[in-house]
């Protein structure tokens, strides 16, 4: 019960002014924050929705984070096969040089320049990585998580294998005094030679120095390869590649024998092919790029759907609340008028007590 007694028209006025500064607070509070849903108690389904919309967008936002590193990733790994690429033009260049060479010793100069560029290749593969990934050597995968619930799209890129013979680190992999292919120890399955003429042989399956395999397909399953030079001299100590009077095997060529041509044009047909099997892994690669490409920009659009849709049901129109503020401001300063109108009527009634 009230302390005081308030006449009808006092308290109808003082009631009015109440319920103004609430709609005041209200709209100040709208203009201050931009939104006309602030909490679940303003309208609750509204914000509820708004929550489950944001959710996502954060959700996918983050995802666009992953392609953005993913679309790096393929093309870390195509600027690889553009050099490799540039590489097997040049080893092209050299093996015709040697095909119209008749001096072998001057063809076998020019086979440890062609195993110099195989070193290279070898070295350009490894460099080819972004991020822990190298979608060009090892049949790396690059999964692409496009939905914000993991798994629930996406996208596996599938990585290949240009590999050299052997496990042996980059550095290991280097010409020896000969000219030849050499790696750290024979474990490796890639030593040639050393200075006390201990040969090792460069097999693990492929027959070849250098080699691409398709995805998955294993170390065993060569698509294409390239072999090295190599020579025995079949009077003396081997200089690489088998022991002494042993034949070249599959994964050398002679450079300097006296039927050097027809070896020769059989590695430029192996270079033509590495190089085939070398694009066609490349579009493959490619044609996952536009996926992701795609999918990355829808992403960006569906983010931007979900915000605004989000905002539309929570922001508030700031011209309809600054002008429902100013009726406000109006109305208050009309109550007011009101409220010293109805306290004037009591104070008459102290004129008559007078």
């Known amino acids: 019960m ?3 007694s308030l006449s009808s028209g006092i308290r ?8 103004n500064s609430k709609l005041f607070d209200r709209v100040n509070e709208r203009l201050a924050s931009g939104k006309k849903v602030n909490s679940p108690v303003d309208n609750p389904t509204s914000y509820f929705a708004d929550v489950n919309l944001k959710d996502r967008a954060m959700g996918l936002r983050a995802r666009l984070d992953s392609m953005g590193q993913s679309i790096q990733r393929i093309q870390a790994a195509d600027t690889g096969i553009s050099r490799v690429r540039t590489v097997i033009t040049q080893m092209k260049g050299v093996v015709n040089d040697a095909l119209g060479q008749t001096n072998p010793d001057l063809r076998a100069s020019l086979g440890k320049q062609f195993n110099s560029l195989i070193v290279q290749m070898s070295e350009l593969v490894k460099d080819s990585g972004y991020a822990g990934v190298n979608l060009v050597s090892g049949n790396e995968r690059d999964s692409v998580q496009f939905s914000e619930s993991f798994d629930d799209s996406s996208l ?5 294998n240009i590999q050299r013979n052997g496990s042996a680190p980059a550095r290991e992999f280097r010409l020896d005094s000969n000219g ?5 120890s024979p474990s490796e399955g890639a030593v040639s030679s050393d200075g006390n003429f201990d040969v090792y042989d460069l097999a693990d399956g492929t027959n070849y120095a250098i080699y691409i395999s398709s995805p998955y397909s294993g170390i065993q399953s060569a698509a294409a390869g390239i072999r090295s030079f190599g020579a025995v001299d079949p009077g003396g100590p081997a200089t690489a590649y088998g022991a002494q009077g042993e034949s070249i095997g599959g994964h ?7 039927d050097f041509q027809v070896h020769l044009r059989s590695l430029v047909a192996d270079l033509e092919k590495f190089d085939d099997v070398l694009k066609a892994q490349a579009s493959a690669m490619a044609n996952s790029l536009a996926v992701i490409t795609n999918r990355e920009n829808f992403t960006a659009d569906l983010v931007n759907v979900l915000e605004t849709g989000g905002d539309r049901l929570v922001l508030a129109d700031l011209n309809e609340e600054a002008a429902n503020l100013l009726a406000l401001q109006t109305a208050n300063q009309l109550g007011t008028q009101s409220l ?3 306290n004037q009527q009591s104070q008459s009634i102290l004129q008559l007590l007078g």
């Open 12 to 19: 109808s006025n003082l009631l009015a002014l109440q319920k």
């Open 156 to 160: 596996d890129v599938l990585g290949f």
């Open 340 to 342: 010293s109108l109805a």
């Open 2 to 4: 009230s302390d005081f």
């Open 252 to 258: 050398n060529i002679d450079w300097a024998a006296d």
């Open 180 to 184: 030849f292919l050499k790696a750290a």
